[in-house]
């Protein structure tokens, strides 16, 4: 295929720098974003008399064959073209002739692709908030029937103080919802439209960039061309938004790993979402939690890549930026593909609450509430977690509990020691005990899910 740019040249470019310097076999997938910005360039050129109506319907009536061809499987991309920019002109003039040569006018491939990419990302976050959606769905689901199941809460991995999984589950809901406000934003500060920025100094013709932002959707134009062409934040602030959720969903599956392992069996997975082993028939491997916590390295190392590759760049557009769409494509693909598996997995996650309170009893984590009860008998707190810690190092050694301990040996420690202690520290009272907001406690954690539905509902209203 001939370039568009050849004109200047005398020789023909080596054919491994040709490959080297090629994109469209990765930026092949923005045909639908190109071929549509395209086609309102044209209906703006047509508007501001720049081309005449007849050559506007004639280049729209290609584009429209163009794209209805790539998408039945009958227009094969050409992997000798250098971009999809490119394909797109060229098969364009090969069906309309000249009057596809004049597409191009008044913008330049600079900010054809800046289009391109922000028009591709915004579609696809949008894929993605969904995605995120109906993962919170699932945990809230998850939540409200698990609303009455102890388990020990951790604090350094170590069994700290009792809690609902729901309680826990919850957390993470609230997560992933930050993670859908942090895209939304991203989004909203990345849809300003960047076509007629041109290659980096705007251009002679009288164009009208707000009526094509307009019809793309944007919320309005980038102010500086310069900006315009060499802007790449908004990848940048994706990517990080991306890695946060690949973070999150790292951390729960690090945790339906613990759970599911015989050391806790809080959990079982479905069959669908685990895998055996080639020589150990017991086994039962959740692998889909392991490779989800595996592939947020991937998505971690697209950012920093791209970071690195802008880090020293000069104003405006240099090639080295072609370098942005392979990791933030990269990225997308991963976090669709892991929050794909990752919300079923869950939604058919068996959960064993027998286990989780067997757990619970054990490991003191009522220790807290045993001094809360000398405290509201008018002891200062220093003074009970002194006491209580002699009291857990007594059970120790006994090897024993802080419920089987007799009043005689409480009142060993102190006198303030009553029998009403025993309900106190039951394991159902100190949970539902804690009603401060946020906490554990029944009502709060309704008040949770209530939050977490409400959103949902009103995210579904505006979607």
């Given at each position: 295929m001939?370039?568009?740019?050849?004109?200047?040249?005398?020789?023909?470019?080596?054919?491994?720098?040709?490959?080297?310097n090629?994109?469209?076999?990765?930026?092949c997938?923005?045909?639908?974003?190109?071929?549509?910005?395209?086609?309102?360039?044209?209906a703006?050129?047509?508007r501001?008399?720049?081309i005449?109506?007849?050559?506007?319907?004639d280049?729209l009536?290609?584009?429209?064959?163009?794209?209805?061809?790539?998408?039945?499987?009958?227009l094969?991309?050409?992997m000798d073209?250098?971009?999809?920019?490119?394909?797109?002109?060229?098969?364009?003039?090969?069906?309309?002739?000249?009057?596809g040569?004049?597409?191009?006018?008044?913008?330049?491939?600079?900010?054809?692709?800046?289009?391109?990419?922000?028009?591709?990302?915004?579609a696809?976050?949008?894929?993605i908030?969904?995605?995120?959606?109906?993962?919170?769905?699932?945990?809230?689901?998850k939540?409200?029937?698990?609303?009455?199941?102890?388990l020990?809460?951790?604090?350094?991995?170590?069994?700290?103080?009792?809690?609902?999984?729901?309680?826990?589950?919850l957390?993470?809901a609230?997560?992933?919802?930050?993670?859908?406000?942090?895209?939304?934003d991203?989004?909203?500060r990345?849809?300003?439209?960047?076509i007629?920025?041109?290659?980096?100094?705007?251009?002679?013709?009288?164009?009208?960039r707000?009526?094509?932002?307009?019809?793309?959707?944007?919320?309005g134009?980038?102010?500086?061309?310069?900006?315009?062409?060499?802007?790449r934040?908004?990848c940048?602030?994706?990517?990080?938004?991306?890695?946060?959720?690949?973070?999150?969903?790292?951390?729960?599956?690090e945790?339906?790993?613990?759970?599911s392992?015989?050391?806790?069996?809080?959990?079982?997975?479905?069959?669908?979402?685990?895998?055996?082993?080639?020589?150990m028939?017991?086994?039962k491997?959740?692998?889909?939690?392991?490779?989800?916590?595996?592939?947020?390295?991937?998505v971690?190392?697209?950012?920093?890549?791209?970071?690195?590759t802008?880090?020293?760049?000069?104003?405006?557009?240099?090639?080295?930026?072609?370098?942005?769409?392979?990791?933030?494509?990269?990225?997308?693909?991963?976090?669709?593909?892991?929050l794909?598996v990752?919300?079923?997995?869950?939604?058919?996650?068996?959960?064993l609450?027998?286990?989780?309170y067997?757990?619970?009893?054990?490991?003191?984590?009522?220790?807290?509430?045993?001094?809360?009860?000398?405290v509201?008998?008018g002891?200062?707190?220093?003074?009970?977690?002194?006491?209580?810690?002699?009291?857990?190092?007594?059970?120790?050694k006994?090897?024993?509990?802080?419920?089987?301990?007799?009043?005689?040996?409480?009142?060993?420690?102190?006198?303030?020691?009553?029998?009403?202690?025993?309900?106190?520290?039951s394991?159902?009272?100190?949970?539902?005990?804690?009603?401060?907001?946020?906490g554990?406690?029944?009502?709060?954690?309704?008040?949770q899910?209530k939050?977490?539905?409400e959103?949902?509902?009103?995210?579904?209203?505006?979607?």
């Open positions: 001939d370039k568009m740019w050849a004109g200047r040249f005398e020789k023909a470019l080596d054919k491994q720098a040709d490959d080297f090629s994109s469209i076999h990765f930026d997938r923005m045909y639908r974003q190109d071929i549509t910005g395209s086609m309102v360039h044209a703006m050129l047509c501001k008399g720049i005449t109506q007849e050559e506007y319907e280049i009536g290609g584009l429209t064959g163009i794209l209805e061809d790539i998408d039945s499987g009958k094969s991309f050409d073209a250098e971009d999809i920019h490119m394909f797109v002109e060229s098969e364009l003039t090969k069906r309309i002739g000249d009057n040569k004049k597409l191009h006018t008044a913008r330049s491939r600079n900010d054809q692709v800046a289009l391109d990419i922000r028009l591709y990302l915004r696809e976050c949008e894929e908030s969904g995605l995120i959606l109906k993962l919170i769905e699932v945990i809230k689901d939540a409200d029937e698990n609303k009455t199941a102890i020990p809460g951790y604090t350094h991995l170590q069994r700290a103080q009792p809690i609902t999984f729901a309680h826990h589950l957390a993470y609230m997560m992933f919802k930050r993670d859908f406000e942090r895209i939304g991203a989004v909203k990345m849809n300003y439209s960047p007629g920025s041109c290659a980096l100094a705007g251009t002679t013709y009288n164009t009208d707000e009526f094509e932002a307009e019809k793309l959707g944007f919320s134009i980038m102010m500086n061309s310069i900006d315009g062409v060499s802007d934040d908004f940048v602030e994706l990517l990080s938004a991306f890695s946060t959720v690949m973070m999150h969903l790292s951390r729960f599956s945790e339906v790993v613990l759970w392992s015989w050391e806790f069996k809080f959990v079982e997975l479905d069959d669908s979402y685990t895998t055996g082993s080639s020589i028939p017991q086994k491997n959740p692998d889909m939690a392991e490779l989800v916590r595996g592939k947020t390295g991937r971690y190392g697209d950012l920093m890549a791209l970071l690195t802008l880090k020293g760049l000069p104003l405006a557009y240099n090639k080295d930026m072609q370098e942005d769409k392979e990791s933030i494509f990269d990225a997308v693909d991963t976090v669709k593909m892991c794909g990752f919300t079923p997995m869950i939604a058919t996650m068996n959960t609450p027998d286990n989780m067997a757990a619970a009893q054990k490991g003191f984590i009522n220790a807290t509430d045993l001094a809360d009860y000398l509201k008998k002891m200062p707190f220093r003074t009970a977690y002194k006491h209580v810690g002699e009291i857990v190092s007594y059970c120790i006994n090897n024993t509990v802080l419920e089987k301990l007799s009043i005689k040996e409480y009142k060993q420690f102190d006198e303030l020691f009553d029998e009403d202690l025993y309900n106190e520290i394991l159902e009272t100190c949970v539902e005990k804690r009603i401060s907001a946020g554990t406690g029944p009502q709060s954690v309704l008040a899910i939050y977490i539905t959103f949902l509902n009103d995210e579904k209203d505006i979607h």
